[in-house]
């Protein structure tokens, strides 16, 4: 009998759909490291566990009767990892990982400024999920194990890290170095000692810099500069300020060079302030949008929301039992408990009426394209998404500071 040819796509790939041999479910992330440095170098790094995992899944199809050449297969898989809205650049410049990644800022903004990624990881499953409809790589998974920090090649110039600021923040508690999640900080150390990559890029909430008194943001800077001999530099940047956004998101920015690598260190400088020329109304959606974004009449809040919110030319912020309204015009901060209940996500008057933004508004008050896709998971995950991810603009013009001193 004649077996069936088959057509093969990167999704076949997880782990419910064909049972597994490396640490799954870290299948998708070799393979698609792998071919996104085909024609680098890098690949090599990964080449082994990549054709492992190709050969496991041509056998497994095998038993079900289904036939698959190795070298067809992986041109396949080449070709759509290769077929995203953001393809590596061909011509790149400098290497860089991406470490809790998100929904990738930081890659959007390198790529932007020439660097190629060749390392990617991140836990959330749904984060994973958005990053490789945009970039065509799953991101390995959880950093703090061992294994996942081997797959990082030995050489890169950049190591980008917005390391999870819930710890640090207002709406996190604040406690720090004593959450789990503050400690994650200690594994970019580790990276960071390994590796020594030449320059570091890191990205927080701006409580970082009070928390403990200070005692926080000292240990980190020390971490940099005494025990691993970089030159640190941090400030804080607001994305209305720095970013031609309209969105008021106050962050902490630290980048720190190794000097042993990187001869005019002290030419770095962060961007300087430029003017806002953009309002909400070249980020808001136009025309009616769905209705399940509009207040009904008879929803218990109306009358409150109708009175206060007068202005079509601002964002307003429910806030438990009364409404505030964004007296710059722009967006409120965006943040990760959005559509989670308690800081709800932010509002507006439209000519419909009175409705929440949307995901792709969030996306847009970020500074993603409008060609950013959006995949198809829960507006709360969305949301979720916007509000824990970077301002890419922002993170694109420090970039652009960065390569002029390297």
């Given at each position: 009998m004649a077996k069936n040819k088959h057509k093969v796509s990167?999704?076949?790939?997880?782990?419910?759909?064909?049972?597994?041999?490396?640490?799954?479910?870290?299948?998708?992330?070799?393979?698609?490291?792998?071919?996104?440095?085909?024609?680098?170098?890098?690949?090599?790094?990964?080449?082994?566990?990549?054709?492992?995992?190709i050969k496991n899944f041509v056998e497994y199809k095998e038993n079900d009767n289904i036939q698959i050449v190795q070298e067809e297969a992986l041109q396949q898989l080449l070709f759509e990892v290769n077929n995203v809205p953001f393809p590596t650049p061909k011509d790149y410049k400098f290497k860089f990982i991406d470490l809790f990644a998100g929904i990738g800022g930081f890659r959007l903004a390198l790529q932007n400024t020439g660097g190629k990624c060749?390392?990617?990881?991140?836990?959330?499953?749904?984060?994973?999920?958005t990053y490789r409809e945009n970039f065509g790589e799953t991101p390995f998974g959880d950093i703090t194990k061992e294994s996942t920090k081997n797959y990082i090649p030995e050489k890169f110039d950049v190591l980008c890290a917005g390391f999870p600021c819930q710890a640090f923040s207002i709406a996190g508690n604040r406690k720090g170095f004593a959450d789990t999640r503050g400690t994650l900080f200690f594994?970019?150390?580790?990276?960071?000692?390994?590796?020594?990559?030449?320059?570091?890029?890191?990205?927080?909430?701006?409580?970082?810099?009070?928390?403990?008194?200070?005692?926080?943001?000292?240990?980190?800077?020390?971490?940099l500069e005494k025990k691993l001999g970089y030159k640190v530099f941090s400030?804080?940047?607001?994305?209305?300020?720095?970013a031609n956004i309209p969105q008021n998101r106050e962050r902490i920015f630290i980048v720190a060079f190794d000097p042993k690598q990187v001869k005019n260190v002290n030419n770095f400088k962060f961007p300087e302030?430029?003017?806002l020329t953009k309002t909400?109304?070249?980020?808001?959606?136009?025309?009616?949008?769905?209705?399940?974004?509009?207040?009904?009449?008879?929803?218990?809040y109306y009358p409150e929301l109708k009175k206060t919110m007068t202005s079509k030319d601002t964002v307003y912020q429910w806030r438990r039992v009364y409404v505030r309204e964004n007296k710059s015009n722009a967006c409120p901060t965006l943040t990760a408990n959005m559509g989670t209940g308690g800081h709800n996500v932010p509002l507006i008057k439209d000519d419909f009426g009175i409705r929440k933004l949307t995901p792709r508004e969030c996306f847009s008050f970020q500074g993603y394209p409008?060609?950013?896709?959006?995949?198809?998971l829960a507006n709360g995950r969305l949301y979720m998404q916007a509000g824990n991810s970077v301002t890419t603009t922002l993170i694109e013009r420090i970039a652009n500071k960065i390569m002029e001193v390297l």
């Open positions: 990167i999704e076949e790939f997880d782990g419910k759909n064909y049972q597994i041999t490396l640490t799954e479910p870290e299948d998708k992330a070799v393979l698609t490291h792998y071919l996104h440095n085909v024609e680098n170098g890098v690949s090599k790094h990964y080449k082994k566990d990549a054709l492992k995992v060749v390392y990617t990881s991140e836990w959330d499953k749904s984060a994973k999920k594994d970019v150390e580790d990276i960071i000692a390994k590796h020594r990559p030449k320059a570091v890029f890191l990205e927080n909430v701006k409580n970082l810099v009070t928390h403990d008194k200070g005692k926080t943001f000292k240990t980190i800077v020390e971490v400030s804080i940047l607001n994305s209305l300020t720095h302030k430029i003017k909400i109304h070249d980020i808001l959606e136009k025309g009616k949008q769905e209705e399940k974004y509009y207040y009904p009449k008879s929803h218990q409008k060609n950013y896709i959006l995949p198809n």
